[in-house]
């Protein structure tokens, strides 16, 4: 029973992984870092308000959806293989 618990999740584990390498490198390069921050970006126009909204936006989301996935999938097969 374990063991079949254990091929599923592993399945499941190198889905994620391969998930997660393609939306991490078809995201847009995020250019604005410590520079934005002391110039002072404008932060406050309609494209910031609703970037989550953009597809730019929902591949960031999807991309920590599938790190936090994997993450927890590491520490569950990393627990399943010890049994």
Known sequence: MVEVIR???????VLICIALI???TIQAKDTDGASQTITGGAGNNFYEN???RTREGKLKKYT???GVLFIVLAI?????FVM
Not at 7 to 13: E, G, H, P
């Open 7 to 13: 091929n599923i999740v592993l399945v499941i584990y």
């Open 22 to 24: 393609i939306l991490a």
């Open 50 to 52: 609703n970037k989550g």
């Open 64 to 66: 920590i959806i599938s």
């Open 76 to 80: 569950a097969l990393s627990i399943l």
